[in-house]
């Protein structure tokens, strides 16, 4: 049987993602369609802005197919730069603002990139002398840790050695035609490699995945079921480096014609005065998030009655309290699944889910998409409710990962399903049920332990803010769980304490062995806990110190 990706997106009317601007202009040019920080745009600016930095980027000699990497906070240039990039046929890196030298310079060195687009400063970082640490101007040969690298575009008008201002760039542009700029544009084919959507990297090196243009069915499909229209107001706190944001920001605003407010980086309580004062309807984000909005609305209530939804994804354990807790305080929130893989709805919920549904699970397979749960051992499917391997095949999946195939032949089967190391379970009433990754999975003298569940346990004790489990070998055992916990303000919790709380209460091999406390959990840039980085934590503060040699 051939795989049902190979020709299922016929139908949809393909289109670039750099033509988009263009096409919001005509419809709604006059709409404001971005705010940021006091600065408002039109859709007709946004087009415009867009179309200034394609022609400067071509005339800087950026050609169909390099790679352009863009390590920039969430601001309007970041939308104007990632849109431009596609546009001229260029292929977009988004960089994670959080990364530093040898992280950033594996993934502009990996991805090939000939262009870097990037502001100085922002805050206490110094992203240029980074860049300068990596790339010393007038370096010798085989001095530079990114060779290929090109130019360095600077956002601001300061000049720096060895880069472009941002005002030169537009300055440049100017003197590249209309017809020139349109041409290139229309010699982009929807099939292109349009990004490369470097993965977080929870577990292992970060992996550029590689996508076209036809994401922008996935989030047709996706802002049909919000029922998201030009009416609407889109609270966009999320890095638009990560592809949550990218597609159910910018690009969701773009095909609506709804409106984006747009912050630097999420914080809880800019985000409650922010939806009271533009009265925004749409809201997105991990549990993380929500937990934060709801305790800073706890201590400064704010109006948030405009919100009508957003997607909260859920299914784990440790999520359905907050997602139940958001949902009461923000309305009838959506869950879903996804990942950099295929796009962000490979299964989705619906308006009218119920509580339990929304909060318990995490949709059902998206139009295009199939989800099936197997047994990872022998690759035959769970029944309705036998937690398995999650595996996904659909018409929005990835290319595969930027010079890595064998990487590729290891997710992707021959049938075209990737494997996504997921473990979830397919409910009975067709809803997937996303539990965590399967390497966080503990197996506990025999026993399977689902960390989550232990998570969700302990954050029902009022001392405790924000728990994680993670393993760590056990010579009897095999391995056994260490509690990660963050205390509420006020409350002198002990280890002990934390124990007592699980004793008789849950089954003996779920109560964690060690419990360690935390001022903050590393996270990454989409709030999600880094959870291998704790395990590291875990062996440095809990391995037994080694003998001392005899004199």
Request: hydrophobic share 40%.
């Given at each position: 049987?051939?795989p049902?990706?190979s020709?299922?997106?016929?139908?949809f009317?393909?289109?670039?993602?750099?033509?988009l601007?263009e096409?919001?202009?005509r419809?709604?040019?006059?709409?404001?369609a971005l705010?940021?920080?006091?600065?408002?745009?039109?859709?007709a600016?946004?087009?415009?802005?867009?179309d200034r930095?394609?022609?400067?980027?071509?005339?800087?000699?950026?050609?169909?197919?390099?790679?352009?990497?863009?390590?920039l906070?969430?601001?309007?240039e970041?939308i104007?730069s990632a849109?431009?990039?596609?546009?001229?046929?260029a292929?977009?890196?988004?960089?994670n603002?959080?990364l530093?030298?040898?992280d950033?310079?594996?993934?502009?060195?990996q991805s090939d990139a000939?262009?870097l687009?990037?502001?100085?400063?922002a805050?206490?970082?110094d992203y240029?002398?980074?860049?300068?640490?990596?790339a010393?101007?007038?370096?010798?040969?085989?001095?530079?840790r990114l060779?290929?690298?090109?130019?360095?575009?600077?956002?601001?008008?300061a000049?720096?050695p060895a880069?472009?201002?941002w005002a030169?760039l537009?300055?440049?542009?100017g003197g590249?035609?209309?017809?020139?700029?349109?041409?290139?544009a229309a010699?982009?084919?929807?099939?292109?490699?349009?990004?490369?959507?470097y993965?977080?990297?929870t577990?292992?090196?970060?992996?550029?995945v590689?996508?076209?243009h036809?994401l922008?069915?996935?989030v047709t499909?996706?802002?049909f079921?919000l029922?998201?229209t030009e009416?609407?107001v889109?609270?966009?706190s999320?890095?638009l480096f990560?592809l949550?944001?990218?597609?159910?920001g910018m690009?969701?605003s773009?095909?609506?014609?709804?409106?984006?407010?747009?912050?630097?980086?999420f914080?809880?309580?800019?985000?409650?005065e922010?939806?009271?004062?533009?009265?925004?309807?749409?809201l997105?984000g991990f549990?993380t998030?929500?937990?934060e909005?709801?305790?800073?609305y706890e201590?400064?209530?704010?109006?948030?009655?405009s919100?009508?939804?957003?997607?909260?994804?859920?299914?784990?354990?440790?999520s359905?309290?907050?997602?139940r807790?958001?949902?009461?305080?923000l309305?009838?929130?959506v869950?879903?699944?996804?990942?950099?893989?295929?796009?962000?709805?490979?299964?989705?919920g619906?308006?009218d889910?119920?509580?339990?549904?929304?909060?318990?699970?995490?949709?059902r397979?998206?139009?295009?998409?199939?989800?099936?749960?197997?047994?990872?051992?022998?690759g035959?499917?769970?029944p309705?409710?036998?937690?398995?391997?999650?595996?996904v095949?659909g018409?929005?999946?990835?290319?595969?990962?930027?010079?890595?195939?064998?990487?590729t032949?290891?997710a992707?089967?021959t049938?075209?399903?990737?494997?996504?190391?997921?473990?979830?379970?397919?409910?009975?009433?067709?809803?997937?049920?996303?539990m965590?990754?399967?390497?966080?999975?503990?197996?506990?003298?025999?026993?399977?332990?689902?960390?989550?569940?232990?998570e969700?346990?302990?954050?029902?004790?009022p001392g405790?803010?924000?728990?994680?489990?993670?393993?760590y070998?056990?010579?009897?055992?095999?391995?056994?769980?260490?509690?990660?916990?963050?205390?509420r303000?006020g409350?002198?919790?002990t280890?002990?304490?934390?124990?007592?709380?699980?004793?008789?209460?849950?089954?003996s091999f779920k109560?964690p062995?060690?419990?360690l406390?935390v001022d903050?959990?590393p996270?990454?840039?989409?709030?999600k806990i880094q959870?291998?980085k704790l395990r590291?934590?875990a062996?440095?503060r809990?391995a037994?110190?080694?003998p001392?040699?005899?004199?």
């Amino acid at each position: 049987m051939a795989p049902a990706h190979s020709g299922d997106g016929d139908w949809f009317a393909k289109v670039t993602i750099g033509s988009l601007p263009e096409r919001a202009a005509r419809r709604w040019g006059a709409r404001e369609a971005l705010s940021f920080r006091g600065r408002r745009f039109t859709f007709a600016e946004v087009a415009a802005g867009v179309d200034r930095v394609a022609r400067g980027l071509v005339a800087l000699g950026v050609r169909p197919g390099d790679k352009v990497a863009l390590w920039l906070l969430n601001r309007p240039e970041w939308i104007e730069s990632a849109l431009a990039v596609i546009k001229i046929g260029a292929v977009l890196v988004p960089v994670n603002t959080r990364l530093r030298t040898d992280d950033v310079a594996y993934i502009v060195d990996q991805s090939d990139a000939s262009t870097l687009i990037l502001a100085e400063r922002a805050g206490p970082v110094d992203y240029l002398g980074m860049v300068r640490e990596l790339a010393p101007a007038g370096a010798a040969p085989g001095a530079s840790r990114l060779p290929k690298l090109e130019r360095v575009v600077l956002l601001g008008d300061a000049r720096r050695p060895a880069t472009v201002p941002w005002a030169d760039l537009l300055e440049r542009g100017g003197g590249v035609e209309e017809q020139t700029l349109a041409a290139r544009a229309a010699a982009v084919d929807p099939e292109d490699l349009a990004f490369l959507m470097y993965t977080s990297g929870t577990t292992g090196v970060p992996k550029g995945v590689m996508h076209a243009h036809r994401l922008v069915r996935n989030v047709t499909d996706r802002a049909f079921r919000l029922a998201i229209t030009e009416q609407d107001v889109i609270l966009m706190s999320l890095p638009l480096f990560h592809l949550f944001a990218f597609s159910e920001g910018m690009l969701t605003s773009m095909l609506t014609g709804a409106r984006q407010v747009l912050t630097e980086s999420f914080d809880a309580a800019e985000s409650l005065e922010l939806i009271e004062r533009e009265r925004a309807t749409v809201l997105h984000g991990f549990d993380t998030h929500y937990k934060e909005l709801c305790d800073a609305y706890e201590r400064q209530p704010r109006d948030v009655s405009s919100v009508r939804t957003g997607i909260l994804a859920a299914g784990m354990s440790s999520s359905v309290p907050i997602a139940r807790r958001a949902r009461a305080l923000l309305g009838p929130l959506v869950s879903g699944y996804g990942m950099s893989e295929f796009g962000v709805g490979g299964a989705i919920g619906a308006l009218d889910s119920t509580e339990a549904q929304s909060c318990e699970a995490s949709g059902r397979p998206a139009p295009g998409y199939e989800v099936r749960v197997v047994d990872p051992e022998t690759g035959r499917d769970q029944p309705a409710g036998t937690p398995g391997e999650i595996l996904v095949r659909g018409y929005s999946l990835m290319r595969g990962y930027y010079r890595k195939p064998e990487a590729t032949a290891a997710a992707i089967d021959t049938d075209g399903f990737l494997h996504t190391g997921d473990m979830g379970v397919l409910r009975p009433d067709g809803h997937l049920r996303f539990m965590g990754r399967y390497k966080d999975m503990l197996k506990t003298g025999g026993e399977n332990v689902d960390p989550m569940e232990v998570e969700a346990y302990l954050m029902g004790h009022p001392g405790i803010d924000l728990a994680a489990v993670v393993s760590y070998p056990d010579a009897r055992l095999s391995e056994v769980g260490v509690a990660f916990v963050r205390r509420r303000p006020g409350h002198a919790l002990t280890a002990e304490e934390v124990l007592a709380h699980c004793r008789g209460r849950i089954a003996s091999f779920k109560i964690p062995r060690h419990v360690l406390f935390v001022d903050d959990f590393p996270m990454t840039s989409s709030g999600k806990i880094q959870k291998v980085k704790l395990r590291e934590e875990a062996l440095r503060r809990l391995a037994s110190p080694r003998p001392r040699r005899p004199a």
